[in-house]
């Protein structure tokens, strides 16, 4: 008989995650996690059995975009997939949205969002998209303070009732612009009843949403961020006719292809201002910061997805007379994974953790600017980890790895998105600079060193002390830059460095605090293995090597490297 392999197979999602129980029995108060433990292990349950079921079964169907009824009228009407309306009702079942206003766990709130997230998000084909954007705009709409609004949308956006709950779009991306949204080109006009706006919008994601907040330029304003105002306008009216919205068409995309993202045209869409006819990149950041801390979430998650099938099926598949899983080189590739997943755990909690102690009221300036800095700089890191983590689980399966079929290759494909939307990693470094740069870098600094004085272990106290080195080199390299002018060349560097640092330091005290607690030294070997990989520092780059590199260097010398059509030419 011919050889069939055993496929993967996925453990309780929760009970089988000992980094992340471990992690949240240190973190939450007893009486939190129990309240919430019954949601968890369902959630686990559910993400490991039935929608990962559902995930693999549904693999080849997408939402479609209808654009006309049969007797002519526009309709531009989008079915999302069956997993997608399972998945917004477990959602809004289990509060992953509400749990973070209703305030019942306070400044916990975010930790317990968190856990549900990470243990949703691998079997449910990124709609975590629309439960991200619907949670940043509850959080912009708030803290906007516009009444109004706040009592129209907000009890939907945060509802635990399916019936009654809606989702929100973040329509940012124009053609002109993804990460220099201040170059936005649609514009706000007013009329006798109110506000429409005019403009095409070029990346939608989720565009079924109920609700969108957007940009746009009221006529007479000036150029760039400032000049944009935020806006929020509800896609359909009574009727179910759309607000003055066409959707051009649906994206086709690399992964993400449960996400309806669309082109929009806005023809008059009727709209209202959240916060002012200005600084709407301002008042729409809230909104970002939210989703950026979703995004590291996701990218833990699918981390974790892509090491738990890969540590399985390891288990499973044969090879040079034994299983994968006793090669030691098998084995050493996926502890290496194992290491990157659980850093970037620990530091997608702590800022789901900060963001908890803002919103609860209880954060101090410091805990304040360290959020500010550590959002951007999360979202990198994990967005880039991801990335390669995930490549790498992929690799794992050999040729298994790259068949659709398998449902592998699509981890790969979804997991291609996190370093992008969201602010790419060069975007995210720039924006971290600016906080780093004005005294976030000294608090981040402080903040580590507390951190570390809790892992007194002798192995973590010699993992600490590189830590602090880096931290010193990091903090002289970027008193040089400034002098040097030069921050932005080596903002990327700077960025992950930080975040590395910060992680390795988190899981320095964690790795303590488990062994203290009887958990084990499961820790303690992820903080050698993570140290082991490097803390990246900022190498002492220059402006010529990557002048020469990018063969910019000859060019500024008269000499013509470019490739048009002359190049070619007798
Ligand atoms: C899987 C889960 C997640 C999935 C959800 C994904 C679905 C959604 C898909 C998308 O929408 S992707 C599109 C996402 N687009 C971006 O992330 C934009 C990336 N570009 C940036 O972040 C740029 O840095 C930025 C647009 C902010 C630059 O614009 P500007 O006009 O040059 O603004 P500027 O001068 O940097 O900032 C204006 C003000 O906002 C400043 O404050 P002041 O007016 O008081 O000086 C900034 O400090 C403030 N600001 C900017 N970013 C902020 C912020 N404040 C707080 N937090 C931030 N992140």
Redesign the pocket.
Known sequence: MAFVQDPPRLHHLYRSDRPLRALLRHLLPAGVLKSCEVSFDRLGELGAGPLYRMQLDDRLNEPRLVPWDAWGNRIDRITPTPLWREAERLAVEHGLIADAYEQAFGMHARIVQFAKVYLF?ASTD?Y??????TD?AARALLDAGNEQLVARAVPHLTSRDPDRFWTS?????EAV???????SQTVARRDARGWRLYGRKW????VNAQVALTLARPDGNPS???G?ALFYLETRDEHGALNGIRINRLKDKLG?RK?P?AELELEGARAEPVCGLG????????M??I??M??S???VALMRRGIALAKDYATRRCAFGGRLIDKPLHRDTLAGLEAECQGALHLTAFVAALVGRSESGVASVQQTRLL?LL??ITKALTGRQAATVVAEAVEAFGGAGYIEDTGIALLLRDAH??P?????TN??A??AM??AMDGGMDVLHRELGFILQEARASELMRIGARIESAMEAIDAHLCGGRERGGIEHDARRVALSLGRCTALALLCRHAQWARDAGWGDGAIAAARRFAQHGLDLPAATSFEDTAALLGTAAAAAGEDMAFGPASFGP
């Open positions: 998000a990124i975590s998209c629309p439960l991200a954007m940043g779009g973040q329509w940012m991306t612009g993804g990460s220099d949204v201040g170059a990346f939608t994601s989720a760039g961020g400032r944009l993400t996400v993202t600084d709407g990149v301002r008042h729409i950041a809230p970002l910061n989703t950026r979703w995004n979430i996701v990218a500010r959002t951007p998105v996190l992008i939307w969201e602010g790419t975007v995210l720039l924006d600016r906080t």
